[in-house]
Protein backbone atom coordinates (compact mmCIF):
# COMPACT_ATOMS: atom_id res chain seq x y z
CA UNK A 1 0.00 0.00 0.00
CA UNK A 2 1.71 3.38 -0.84
CA UNK A 3 2.42 6.16 1.10
CA UNK A 4 -0.25 8.24 -0.47
CA UNK A 5 -3.33 5.74 -0.17
CA UNK A 6 -2.47 5.18 3.57
CA UNK A 7 -2.46 9.67 4.22
CA UNK A 8 -5.31 10.09 2.20
CA UNK A 9 -7.30 7.29 3.90
CA UNK A 10 -6.05 8.00 7.52
CA UNK A 11 -7.14 11.94 6.44
CA UNK A 12 -10.86 10.71 4.96
CA UNK A 13 -11.25 8.99 8.38
CA UNK A 14 -9.63 11.36 10.52
CA UNK A 15 -12.65 13.91 8.85
CA UNK A 16 -15.39 11.64 9.43
CA UNK A 17 -14.45 10.93 12.50
CA UNK A 18 -14.01 14.46 13.90
CA UNK A 19 -17.74 15.11 11.55
CA UNK A 20 -19.10 12.40 13.80
CA UNK A 21 -17.70 13.69 17.10
CA UNK A 22 -18.12 17.25 16.96
CA UNK A 23 -20.99 17.43 14.77
CA UNK A 24 -23.54 14.58 14.57
CA UNK A 25 -23.27 14.05 18.08
CA UNK A 26 -24.67 17.14 18.46
CA UNK A 27 -28.01 17.00 16.81
CA UNK A 28 -29.93 14.93 19.23
CA UNK A 29 -31.68 13.17 16.33
CA UNK A 30 -34.38 10.51 17.53
CA UNK A 31 -33.98 7.41 18.98
CA UNK A 32 -30.30 8.14 19.49
CA UNK A 33 -29.35 8.38 16.15
CA UNK A 34 -27.02 6.76 13.59
CA UNK A 35 -22.89 6.67 13.92
CA UNK A 36 -21.66 7.93 10.01
CA UNK A 37 -18.45 6.62 11.43
CA UNK A 38 -19.38 3.24 11.88
CA UNK A 39 -21.13 3.04 8.51
CA UNK A 40 -18.13 4.61 6.68
CA UNK A 41 -16.20 2.12 8.09
CA UNK A 42 -17.95 -0.77 7.57
CA UNK A 43 -18.95 0.45 3.76
CA UNK A 44 -14.99 1.04 3.42
CA UNK A 45 -14.48 -2.51 4.56
CA UNK A 46 -17.56 -3.61 2.76
CA UNK A 47 -15.31 -2.18 -0.52
CA UNK A 48 -11.96 -4.20 0.62
CA UNK A 49 -9.96 -7.26 0.40
CA UNK A 50 -10.69 -8.98 4.06
CA UNK A 51 -6.82 -8.50 5.08
CA UNK A 52 -7.74 -4.50 4.44
CA UNK A 53 -11.23 -4.86 6.08
CA UNK A 54 -9.45 -6.09 9.13
CA UNK A 55 -7.30 -3.29 9.39
CA UNK A 56 -9.47 -0.41 8.66
CA UNK A 57 -11.67 -2.08 11.26
CA UNK A 58 -8.92 -1.74 13.38
CA UNK A 59 -7.95 1.48 12.90
CA UNK A 60 -11.19 2.76 12.90
CA UNK A 61 -12.23 0.94 16.01
CA UNK A 62 -9.40 2.39 18.21
CA UNK A 63 -10.70 5.78 16.88
CA UNK A 64 -13.83 5.19 18.41
CA UNK A 65 -11.95 3.51 21.65
CA UNK A 66 -10.28 6.77 22.07
CA UNK A 67 -13.75 8.73 22.20
CA UNK A 68 -14.90 10.39 25.40
CA UNK A 69 -18.02 9.40 24.80
CA UNK A 70 -17.42 5.38 24.34
CA UNK A 71 -18.15 4.42 27.62
CA UNK A 72 -16.62 1.15 27.35
CA UNK A 73 -13.80 -1.07 27.70
CA UNK A 74 -10.29 0.10 25.76
CA UNK A 75 -9.83 -1.91 22.81
CA UNK A 76 -13.51 -3.12 22.99
CA UNK A 77 -14.58 -1.37 19.36
CA UNK A 78 -11.00 -2.32 17.92
CA UNK A 79 -12.06 -6.15 18.86
CA UNK A 80 -15.94 -6.21 17.03
CA UNK A 81 -14.60 -3.93 14.38
CA UNK A 82 -11.70 -5.86 13.43
CA UNK A 83 -13.85 -9.17 13.29
CA UNK A 84 -17.10 -7.64 11.76
CA UNK A 85 -14.46 -5.80 9.01
CA UNK A 86 -13.17 -8.82 7.95
CA UNK A 87 -16.26 -10.92 7.94
CA UNK A 88 -17.84 -8.07 5.49
CA UNK A 89 -14.97 -7.76 3.27
CA UNK A 90 -14.58 -11.72 3.30
CA UNK A 91 -18.52 -12.00 2.73
CA UNK A 92 -18.47 -9.42 -0.33
CA UNK A 93 -15.32 -11.05 -1.81
CA UNK A 94 -17.04 -14.47 -1.85
CA UNK A 95 -19.97 -13.21 -3.52
CA UNK A 96 -18.96 -10.50 -6.67
CA UNK A 97 -22.49 -10.20 -6.96
CA UNK A 98 -22.83 -8.43 -3.44
CA UNK A 99 -20.11 -6.25 -3.79
CA UNK A 100 -21.20 -4.85 -7.51
CA UNK A 101 -24.99 -4.34 -6.19
CA UNK A 102 -25.92 -1.03 -4.19
CA UNK A 103 -28.99 -3.08 -2.92
CA UNK A 104 -27.14 -5.74 -1.61
CA UNK A 105 -24.20 -3.91 0.03
CA UNK A 106 -26.69 -1.26 1.78
CA UNK A 107 -28.07 -4.43 3.08
CA UNK A 108 -24.86 -6.14 4.21
CA UNK A 109 -23.51 -3.06 5.88
CA UNK A 110 -27.13 -2.21 7.80
CA UNK A 111 -27.00 -5.77 8.67
CA UNK A 112 -22.91 -5.33 9.52
CA UNK A 113 -23.82 -2.23 12.07
CA UNK A 114 -26.93 -4.15 13.50
CA UNK A 115 -24.46 -7.23 14.50
CA UNK A 116 -21.23 -5.05 15.05
CA UNK A 117 -23.46 -3.34 18.32
CA UNK A 118 -24.77 -7.00 18.87
CA UNK A 119 -21.31 -8.33 19.46
CA UNK A 120 -20.52 -4.90 21.56
CA UNK A 121 -23.39 -5.71 23.70
CA UNK A 122 -22.29 -9.54 24.05
CA UNK A 123 -19.17 -7.97 24.61
CA UNK A 124 -19.92 -5.74 27.34
CA UNK A 125 -21.82 -8.44 29.16
CA UNK A 126 -18.93 -10.71 29.21
CA UNK A 127 -16.98 -7.50 31.04
CA UNK A 128 -19.56 -7.32 33.54
CA UNK A 129 -21.22 -3.78 32.45
CA UNK A 130 -24.65 -2.53 33.19
CA UNK A 131 -26.72 -2.24 30.06
CA UNK A 132 -29.89 -1.29 30.89
CA UNK A 133 -33.50 -2.46 30.53
CA UNK A 134 -34.22 -4.98 27.74
CA UNK A 135 -36.78 -2.83 26.38
CA UNK A 136 -34.26 0.23 25.96
CA UNK A 137 -31.67 -2.00 24.49
CA UNK A 138 -34.31 -3.62 21.79
CA UNK A 139 -35.43 -0.17 21.36
CA UNK A 140 -32.43 1.36 20.51
CA UNK A 141 -31.32 -1.68 18.23
CA UNK A 142 -34.06 -1.55 16.30
CA UNK A 143 -33.67 2.44 15.72
CA UNK A 144 -29.83 2.32 15.32
CA UNK A 145 -31.37 -0.21 12.41
CA UNK A 146 -33.74 1.86 11.03
CA UNK A 147 -31.06 5.08 11.14
CA UNK A 148 -28.54 2.89 9.13
CA UNK A 149 -30.96 1.62 6.58
CA UNK A 150 -31.91 4.99 5.28
CA UNK A 151 -28.41 6.61 5.94
CA UNK A 152 -26.08 3.87 4.09
CA UNK A 153 -27.84 4.36 0.75
CA UNK A 154 -27.35 8.15 1.06
CA UNK A 155 -23.23 7.90 1.94
CA UNK A 156 -22.58 5.19 -0.35
CA UNK A 157 -21.72 6.66 -3.41
CA UNK A 158 -19.72 8.92 -1.94
CA UNK A 159 -17.80 6.78 0.00
CA UNK A 160 -17.49 4.67 -2.84
CA UNK A 161 -16.01 7.48 -5.37
CA UNK A 162 -13.65 8.07 -2.21
CA UNK A 163 -12.33 4.67 -2.78
CA UNK A 164 -12.00 4.66 -5.86
CA UNK A 165 -10.14 7.65 -5.84
CA UNK A 166 -7.94 7.08 -3.35
CA UNK A 167 -7.65 2.86 -4.81
CA UNK A 168 -7.37 3.80 -7.88
CA UNK A 169 -9.87 1.25 -8.70
CA UNK A 170 -13.37 1.76 -10.69
CA UNK A 171 -16.17 0.04 -8.73
CA UNK A 172 -19.83 -0.57 -9.73
CA UNK A 173 -21.75 1.42 -7.42
CA UNK B 1 1.78 -18.66 -3.42
CA UNK B 2 -1.78 -18.33 -2.78
CA UNK B 3 -1.69 -20.51 -0.02
CA UNK B 4 1.54 -17.76 1.64
CA UNK B 5 -0.93 -15.07 0.80
CA UNK B 6 -3.69 -16.61 2.96
CA UNK B 7 -1.69 -17.43 5.80
CA UNK B 8 -0.42 -14.13 5.97
CA UNK B 9 -3.73 -12.76 6.24
CA UNK B 10 -4.81 -15.04 9.14
CA UNK B 11 -1.26 -14.36 10.75
CA UNK B 12 -2.34 -10.40 10.29
CA UNK B 13 -5.91 -11.49 12.05
CA UNK B 14 -4.81 -12.90 14.61
CA UNK B 15 -2.17 -10.66 15.10
CA UNK B 16 -4.81 -7.31 14.85
CA UNK B 17 -6.98 -9.42 17.59
CA UNK B 18 -4.53 -10.31 19.95
CA UNK B 19 -3.70 -6.90 19.72
CA UNK B 20 -7.01 -5.41 20.88
CA UNK B 21 -7.60 -8.11 23.20
CA UNK B 22 -3.81 -6.54 24.71
CA UNK B 23 -5.66 -3.25 24.62
CA UNK B 24 -8.47 -4.60 26.66
CA UNK B 25 -6.66 -6.24 29.13
CA UNK B 26 -4.52 -3.14 29.44
CA UNK B 27 -7.48 -1.06 30.06
CA UNK B 28 -8.98 -3.22 32.62
CA UNK B 29 -5.96 -3.09 34.71
CA UNK B 30 -6.03 0.54 34.78
CA UNK B 31 -2.86 1.54 32.76
CA UNK B 32 -2.93 5.43 32.97
CA UNK B 33 -1.24 5.42 29.05
CA UNK B 34 -5.14 4.73 27.96
CA UNK B 35 -6.36 7.13 30.00
CA UNK B 36 -3.68 9.67 28.83
CA UNK B 37 -4.82 8.70 25.14
CA UNK B 38 -8.79 9.16 25.83
CA UNK B 39 -7.50 12.84 27.73
CA UNK B 40 -5.45 13.21 24.78
CA UNK B 41 -8.03 13.17 22.08
CA UNK B 42 -10.36 14.60 23.83
CA UNK B 43 -8.53 17.95 24.40
CA UNK B 44 -7.86 18.08 20.64
CA UNK B 45 -11.58 17.25 20.27
CA UNK B 46 -13.12 19.86 22.54
CA UNK B 47 -12.45 23.29 20.94
CA UNK B 48 -14.04 21.14 17.92
CA UNK B 49 -16.79 20.47 19.57
CA UNK B 50 -17.73 23.92 20.69
CA UNK B 51 -17.61 25.37 17.67
CA UNK B 52 -19.82 22.65 16.56
CA UNK B 53 -22.20 23.51 19.42
CA UNK B 54 -22.07 27.24 18.39
CA UNK B 55 -23.20 26.11 14.54
CA UNK B 56 -25.17 23.53 15.12
CA UNK B 57 -27.69 25.15 17.58
CA UNK B 58 -30.68 26.26 15.86
CA UNK B 59 -30.22 22.43 13.81
CA UNK B 60 -30.69 20.81 16.99
CA UNK B 61 -32.99 22.99 18.34
CA UNK B 62 -35.16 22.02 14.98
CA UNK B 63 -34.61 18.86 16.11
CA UNK B 64 -36.08 18.83 19.72
CA UNK B 65 -38.91 20.77 17.91
CA UNK B 66 -39.22 17.93 15.77
CA UNK B 67 -39.91 15.74 18.75
CA UNK B 68 -41.88 18.23 20.99
CA UNK B 69 -44.38 19.05 17.81
CA UNK B 70 -47.35 19.59 19.61
CA UNK B 71 -45.44 22.64 21.34
CA UNK B 72 -43.74 23.74 18.00
CA UNK B 73 -47.37 23.90 16.23
CA UNK B 74 -49.06 25.95 18.38
CA UNK B 75 -45.84 27.99 18.55
CA UNK B 76 -45.43 28.30 15.10
CA UNK B 77 -49.09 29.86 14.44
CA UNK B 78 -47.92 32.71 16.68
CA UNK B 79 -44.82 32.90 15.03
CA UNK B 80 -46.27 33.65 11.55
CA UNK B 81 -48.25 36.75 11.61
CA UNK B 82 -44.92 38.29 12.41
CA UNK B 83 -42.86 39.27 9.48
CA UNK B 84 -39.73 37.96 8.26
CA UNK B 85 -36.95 39.74 10.30
CA UNK B 86 -37.98 39.50 13.22
CA UNK B 87 -39.29 35.61 12.42
CA UNK B 88 -35.24 35.23 12.52
CA UNK B 89 -34.48 37.38 15.10
CA UNK B 90 -37.10 35.87 17.18
CA UNK B 91 -34.87 31.84 16.14
CA UNK B 92 -31.82 33.45 17.60
CA UNK B 93 -33.04 34.63 20.43
CA UNK B 94 -35.29 31.82 21.56
CA UNK B 95 -31.95 29.54 21.76
CA UNK B 96 -30.22 31.86 24.30
CA UNK B 97 -33.37 32.59 26.23
CA UNK B 98 -33.73 28.78 26.97
CA UNK B 99 -30.48 29.25 27.44
CA UNK B 100 -31.24 31.38 29.88
CA UNK B 101 -34.00 30.03 31.34
CA UNK B 102 -32.13 26.96 32.30
CA UNK B 103 -29.27 28.99 33.87
CA UNK B 104 -31.68 30.98 35.30
CA UNK B 105 -33.37 27.88 36.90
CA UNK B 106 -30.27 26.16 37.78
CA UNK B 107 -28.98 29.44 39.32
CA UNK B 108 -32.13 29.92 41.58
CA UNK B 109 -31.59 26.04 42.98
CA UNK B 110 -28.12 26.16 43.47
CA UNK B 111 -28.75 29.63 45.53
CA UNK B 112 -31.96 28.11 47.51
CA UNK B 113 -29.27 25.24 49.04
CA UNK B 114 -26.71 27.52 48.86
CA UNK B 115 -24.50 25.10 47.06
CA UNK B 116 -21.45 27.26 44.93
CA UNK B 117 -21.79 26.30 41.19
CA UNK B 118 -20.22 26.63 38.33
CA UNK B 119 -22.57 26.74 35.29
CA UNK B 120 -21.50 24.85 31.26
CA UNK B 121 -22.69 24.73 27.90
CA UNK B 122 -23.83 21.11 26.86
CA UNK B 123 -21.41 20.58 23.92
CA UNK B 124 -21.99 16.93 22.74
CA UNK B 125 -24.61 14.42 23.31
CA UNK B 126 -22.90 10.78 24.64
CA UNK B 127 -22.90 8.03 21.95
CA UNK B 128 -25.90 5.80 22.42
CA UNK B 129 -24.21 3.25 19.50
CA UNK B 130 -22.29 2.26 22.84
CA UNK B 131 -25.72 1.83 24.73
CA UNK B 132 -24.63 4.75 28.08
CA UNK B 133 -26.23 7.99 28.64
CA UNK B 134 -23.57 10.48 28.52
CA UNK B 135 -23.07 14.29 27.95
CA UNK B 136 -20.17 16.60 27.47
CA UNK B 137 -19.86 20.00 28.77
CA UNK B 138 -17.20 22.64 28.17
CA UNK B 139 -15.67 23.14 31.37
CA UNK B 140 -13.12 21.21 32.59
CA UNK B 141 -9.79 20.64 35.42
CA UNK B 142 -8.44 24.03 34.55
CA UNK B 143 -12.07 25.38 35.72
CA UNK B 144 -11.85 23.47 38.87
CA UNK B 145 -13.99 20.82 37.68
CA UNK B 146 -12.96 17.48 39.51
CA UNK B 147 -14.45 14.08 39.27
CA UNK B 148 -17.21 12.64 41.06
CA UNK B 149 -18.96 16.06 41.83
CA UNK B 150 -22.82 15.90 41.09
CA UNK B 151 -24.06 18.27 38.23
CA UNK B 152 -27.81 19.89 38.67
CA UNK B 153 -30.38 21.59 36.24
CA UNK B 154 -33.08 23.81 37.37
CA UNK B 155 -35.36 20.46 37.78
CA UNK B 156 -32.77 18.36 39.97
CA UNK B 157 -30.31 16.22 39.50
CA UNK B 158 -28.74 15.37 35.93
CA UNK B 159 -25.67 13.13 36.76
CA UNK B 160 -22.24 12.87 38.21
CA UNK B 161 -18.84 13.96 36.63
CA UNK B 162 -17.01 11.04 35.27
CA UNK B 163 -13.93 12.15 33.72
CA UNK B 164 -12.65 15.32 33.54
CA UNK B 165 -10.73 16.80 30.61
CA UNK B 166 -8.76 20.46 30.27
CA UNK B 167 -11.46 21.96 28.92
CA UNK B 168 -14.24 19.52 29.50
CA UNK B 169 -15.74 17.22 31.20
CA UNK B 170 -17.42 13.74 30.60
CA UNK B 171 -21.15 13.45 32.66
CA UNK B 172 -22.59 10.31 33.47
CA UNK B 173 -26.14 11.13 33.24
CA UNK B 174 -29.12 9.85 36.15
CA UNK B 175 -30.51 7.59 33.13
CA UNK B 176 -27.19 5.93 32.53
CA UNK B 177 -27.43 1.84 33.55
CA UNK B 178 -24.52 2.23 35.48
CA UNK B 179 -25.87 4.75 37.32
CA UNK B 180 -27.15 4.50 40.83
CA UNK B 181 -27.83 6.89 43.67
CA UNK B 182 -29.15 6.94 46.91
CA UNK B 183 -32.23 8.35 47.62
CA UNK B 184 -34.79 9.10 50.60
CA UNK B 185 -38.33 10.21 49.98
CA UNK B 186 -38.77 14.13 50.93
CA UNK B 187 -41.17 14.09 54.30
CA UNK B 188 -41.26 10.13 55.35
CA UNK B 189 -37.46 10.25 54.46
CA UNK B 190 -37.74 6.72 54.05
CA UNK B 191 -34.44 5.70 52.28
CA UNK B 192 -33.53 3.44 48.93
CA UNK B 193 -31.45 2.97 45.65
CA UNK B 194 -32.37 4.77 43.02
CA UNK B 195 -30.97 2.62 39.26
CA UNK B 196 -30.88 4.21 35.70
CA UNK B 197 -32.21 2.23 33.29
CA UNK B 198 -30.75 3.91 29.94
CA UNK B 199 -34.36 5.96 29.77
CA UNK B 200 -36.24 8.50 30.94
CA UNK B 201 -37.29 6.36 34.39
CA UNK B 202 -34.99 5.12 36.98
CA UNK B 203 -36.24 2.00 39.19
CA UNK B 204 -36.11 2.17 43.11
CA UNK B 205 -35.26 -0.18 45.70
CA UNK B 206 -36.37 0.36 48.98
CA UNK B 207 -34.11 -0.86 51.85
CA UNK B 208 -35.91 -1.25 54.68
CA UNK B 209 -38.80 -3.79 54.33
CA UNK B 210 -41.57 -1.77 56.68
CA UNK B 211 -41.70 0.91 54.50
CA UNK B 212 -43.99 1.45 52.14
CA UNK B 213 -44.09 4.32 48.96
CA UNK B 214 -46.94 5.69 47.24
CA UNK B 215 -47.50 7.53 43.50
CA UNK B 216 -46.58 11.02 43.76
CA UNK B 217 -43.44 10.71 46.72
CA UNK B 218 -40.86 12.83 45.63
CA UNK B 219 -37.59 11.71 46.10
CA UNK B 220 -34.53 13.73 46.71
CA UNK B 221 -30.74 13.03 46.93
CA UNK B 222 -29.41 11.42 50.39
CA UNK B 223 -26.28 12.45 49.49
CA UNK B 224 -22.58 11.22 50.05
CA UNK B 225 -19.37 11.35 52.51
CA UNK B 226 -17.92 14.43 51.82
CA UNK B 227 -20.70 15.26 49.43
CA UNK B 228 -19.20 13.36 46.40
CA UNK B 229 -20.41 12.15 44.37
CA UNK B 230 -24.08 13.34 45.60
CA UNK B 231 -25.00 16.83 47.56
CA UNK B 232 -28.05 15.95 49.65
CA UNK B 233 -31.35 17.43 49.00
CA UNK B 234 -31.15 18.08 45.16
CA UNK B 235 -34.70 16.64 43.58
CA UNK B 236 -34.09 13.35 41.41
CA UNK B 237 -37.83 12.38 40.77
CA UNK B 238 -41.02 11.37 41.03
CA UNK B 239 -42.49 7.87 41.89
CA UNK B 240 -45.41 7.19 39.10
CA UNK B 241 -45.72 3.16 40.33
CA UNK B 242 -45.32 1.06 42.65
CA UNK B 243 -45.06 -2.54 42.36
CA UNK B 244 -46.49 -4.33 45.37
CA UNK B 245 -45.19 -7.81 43.94
CA UNK B 246 -46.43 -10.56 47.24
CA UNK B 247 -43.00 -12.20 47.23
CA UNK B 248 -40.57 -9.24 47.06
CA UNK B 249 -38.68 -8.28 49.92
CA UNK B 250 -38.64 -5.07 49.67
CA UNK B 251 -40.73 -2.42 47.49
CA UNK B 252 -39.70 -1.22 44.41
CA UNK B 253 -41.01 1.63 42.31
CA UNK B 254 -41.00 3.35 38.50
CA UNK B 255 -39.47 6.68 39.05
CA UNK B 256 -39.51 9.54 36.55
CA UNK B 257 -36.62 11.72 36.34
CA UNK B 258 -37.47 15.17 37.00
CA UNK B 259 -34.57 16.53 34.84
CA UNK B 260 -35.55 16.12 30.43
CA UNK B 261 -32.15 14.51 29.44
CA UNK B 262 -32.92 15.39 26.03
CA UNK B 263 -32.96 19.00 26.12
CA UNK B 264 -30.07 19.72 28.07
CA UNK B 265 -28.26 22.88 27.38
CA UNK B 266 -26.76 24.31 30.21
CA UNK B 267 -26.37 22.43 33.92
CA UNK B 268 -24.46 23.19 36.54
CA UNK B 269 -21.63 21.67 38.30
CA UNK B 270 -22.08 22.03 42.23
CA UNK B 271 -18.61 22.71 43.21
CA UNK B 272 -19.39 22.90 47.24
CA UNK B 273 -21.88 22.94 49.52
CA UNK B 274 -22.87 23.58 52.82
CA UNK B 275 -22.42 21.55 55.75
CA UNK B 276 -26.12 21.74 56.41
CA UNK B 277 -28.54 19.48 54.68
CA UNK B 278 -31.18 21.28 52.86
CA UNK B 279 -33.69 18.26 53.87
CA UNK B 280 -36.67 19.21 52.09
CA UNK B 281 -36.26 22.67 50.66
CA UNK B 282 -35.35 22.03 47.40
CA UNK B 283 -38.76 19.84 46.72
CA UNK B 284 -40.58 21.53 43.65
CA UNK B 285 -43.35 23.32 44.49
CA UNK B 286 -46.94 21.21 43.66
CA UNK B 287 -48.64 22.99 40.76
CA UNK B 288 -51.20 25.04 42.01
CA UNK B 289 -54.49 23.62 40.64
CA UNK B 290 -56.51 26.33 37.87
CA UNK B 291 -59.66 27.26 39.24
CA UNK B 292 -62.77 25.67 37.11
CA UNK B 293 -65.29 28.95 37.06
CA UNK B 294 -69.00 26.92 37.75
CA UNK B 295 -72.00 28.52 36.52
CA UNK B 296 -75.28 27.54 38.46
CA UNK B 297 -78.46 27.09 36.54
CA UNK B 298 -81.76 27.65 38.40
CA UNK B 299 -84.26 26.50 36.24
CA UNK B 300 -87.62 27.77 37.68
CA UNK B 301 -90.48 25.59 35.34
CA UNK B 302 -93.46 28.01 34.17
CA UNK B 303 -97.24 26.99 35.38
CA UNK B 304 -97.88 24.26 33.38
CA UNK B 305 -101.51 25.18 31.54
CA UNK B 306 -104.47 23.45 33.20
CA UNK B 307 -106.76 21.14 30.81
CA UNK B 308 -109.95 23.73 31.20
CA UNK B 309 -107.64 27.19 29.40
CA UNK B 310 -106.70 24.60 27.00
CA UNK B 311 -110.36 24.05 26.13
CA UNK B 312 -111.74 27.67 26.25
CA UNK B 313 -109.14 28.19 23.93
Known sequence: ?173 | MARGGENRGRLLLIILIITSLFLITLDLRGVSLITGLRTGTQSALTPVQSLGATILSPVRNFFIDVIYLGRTRSEMEQLRTENGELLSQLRERRSIDAQLEQLQGALDLAGKAEFKVLSARVISQGATTSFTQTITIDVGSRNGIKPNMTVINSYGLIGVVKTVYTNSALITLASDPSFRIGVRVADSQQIGILSGQGTSKGVLQLLDNQSTINVGDILLARGSVNNQPFVPGVPVGEVTSVDNAAGAVTQTADVRFFANFLSLGIVSVVLAAPDVDPRDSLVPPKPLPTPIPTVTVFVTPSESPSPDSIGSE
Open chain 1, 1 to 173: MSTRKISLTATLFLFIYILQEAFITQLRIAGGGFSLFLIFTLLWAALSSPNMGALTGFAAGLLIDLSQSTAGVFGQWTLVLILIGFGISYFGLGYENVRLNPFTITFLVTISVFIARVVYLLLSLLLGKDLGTFSSIATSLLIGLLWSAAVVPIAMPAVARAFDFINDSRSRL
